[in-house]
């Protein structure tokens, strides 16, 4: 069965460092991938989304992901994070439906 | 309004009680869907409308209905509800870009079961 996995439960980092959030995603071919944001008590908002072509993909907010065919992953990064970046993170692919991962929590320490 | 609107934003019911969340979307999106959250299993698929007329199971559909009578509006109906219904309700909706669905989410309902 298709399945997204991001293992990393929660992330801190401190305001100006980098930041690379982990996503892997089980399916036969490439899917369509996604990458969303939950600020606290909000609904998603899109990041970024790969369908085809290019493998690094941009963004809102300064963010890109990366998709890697040969790792089955496609990584979310920032090269420097910003206080108001602090929120839960979900990657998400489509097969037929969309299929979220667990979340990954992100802290910024000031 | 632009965008999916949710309501109530939060309730809390008491076990065995009816309840409808609603939804409302004003982008002529065909597909709407409703998730739960819940905290460790990230969003999972309640119910989904490819189109006006039309509804079809996702991942977690007991104990909840849904109903697509207009493009606009998609209710979640609890018929009789349960503690472990407690979660974090978002429904969403797509139109087709590029080939994907890329989909658009209201700001939630919270709902207690007690």
């Known amino acids: 069965a298709q399945s997204v996995t991001q293992p990393d439960i929660h992330i801190t980092v401190s305001e100006g460092a980098s930041l690379e959030l982990r996503c892997n995603y089980s399916y036969g071919a490439t899917p369509y991938l996604f990458w969303y944001v939950q600020s606290p008590g909000q609904g998603l908002q899109l990041l970024l989304k790969y369908f085809s072509g290019d493998t690094l993909v941009q963004g809102i907010k300064g963010f890109e992901a990366e998709f890697k065919r040969s790792q089955s992953s496609f990584n979310l990064r920032k090269p420097s994070v910003h206080w108001s970046d602090a929120a839960e993170y979900f990657c998400a692919v489509e097969v037929n439906k969309l299929i979220f991962g667990a979340g990954t929590r992100l802290a910024v320490h000031p | 309004i632009a965008g999916i609107t949710q309501a109530p934003t939060s309730q809390i019911l008491a076990a065995g009680r009816r309840m409808t969340l609603r939804c409302t979307q004003d982008?002529?999106?065909?597909?709407m869907y409703w998730y739960r959250q819940d905290l460790g299993l990230g969003l999972r698929l309640i119910h989904y409308s490819n189109t006006a007329g039309t509804t079809g199971k996702g991942e977690v559909p007991d104990g909840y209905s849904v109903s697509r009578a207009n493009t606009d509006d998609f209710p979640l109906t609890l018929a009789s509800a349960v503690p472990s219904q407690t979660s974090v309700y978002f429904c969403a909706s797509s139109g087709q870009t590029s080939g994907s669905n890329e989909q658009f989410f209201g700001p939630g309902t919270r709902l207690t079961v007690l």
């Open positions: 982008m002529r999106h065909n597909a």
